[in-house]
């Protein structure tokens, strides 16, 4: 109870919570490492089994999918208990679910699948590259980053073809959208570079004509351009967080926030 603060219901959990998802009342509590997940839904749960190391999952109508990286599949587990697998490419790391589909990128092939929760199958498949460290989406676009290459890669989710590649600091980790556009300014990302002890602010996608018109704007309110600010440390942040256009930056080494 949030605003009394006391406990209103308890239930058996995982071992070794690692990620939890919810959709209104139901939540799924991840346990990564013991292959394993508590289903909970009106103040009941169960803890149930699933295939080799599920990283993360959404709720898809009354449907649990899980992405399952060494066991290479999403696991669709419905409420009456019905449970079927999707294969995916190699070494499947991060899902996002944008417009009504599902995203998944897999670092070794370096390959983008879009998946209908409804057909549970996979529409569109796309070779961007391997090995990113992060994969977002603002609901049109997906951004995928790259340490090794300090990189920055765009595509729009029409399409799922490489539309942009921005240099992003000297070893980038993690990021998270701050912002949404708005008639000033386009999307803004804080991306966490331990090597550089900096969050770097930068701008996603934009068309020519939402450009031109956000320029029309800015000088119509004497703003001028907008350059993004960035924030040092003392130590090498390595994942960062935000809500709106906060950010909230961690230190996993130091376990500094």
């Known amino acids: 109870d949030p605003a009394g603060l006391q406990r209103l219901w308890s239930g058996p959990g995982v071992d070794q919570p690692s990620r939890i998802v919810s959709s209104g009342d139901r939540i799924a509590v991840i346990d990564t490492f013991g292959n394993r997940v508590a289903l909970i839904r009106d103040g009941h749960n169960e803890v149930i089994g699933t295939g080799e190391t599920p990283l993360d999952g959404v709720f898809a109508g009354e449907d649990l999918i899980l992405l399952e990286r060494d066991a290479r599949v999403l696991e669709r587990i419905a409420p009456d208990g019905t449970r079927s697998t999707l294969a995916l490419a190699a070494d499947p790391a991060f899902l996002l679910q944008a417009n009504g589909m599902i995203y998944v ?65 000297a070893v980038p980790l993690d990021m998270a959208l701050l912002g949404r556009s708005n008639v000033v300014r386009t999307n803004t990302f804080a991306i966490a570079d331990p090597a550089a002890r900096r969050v770097w602010t930068l701008e996603g996608m934009q068309s020519v004509a939402g450009a031109f018109a956000r320029g029309f704007v800015r000088g119509l309110l004497g703003l001028g351009l907008l350059a993004p600010g960035h924030s040092e440390f003392p130590t090498g942040v390595d994942r960062v967080a935000a809500r709106g256009s906060t950010a909230v930056a961690y230190d996993s080494a130091s376990g500094t926030l």
């Open 105 to 169: 990128y897999s670092r070794l092939e370096g390959v983008v699948q879009e998946v209908s929760p409804k057909l549970f199958a996979i529409t569109r498949r796309a070779t961007i590259a391997p090995f990113a460290s992060d994969f977002e989406t603002d609901g049109k676009n997906g951004y995928l980053l790259f340490p090794a290459e300090a990189t920055l890669r765009s595509f729009p989710l029409s399409t799922l073809k490489l539309t942009a590649e921005t240099r992003a600091g």
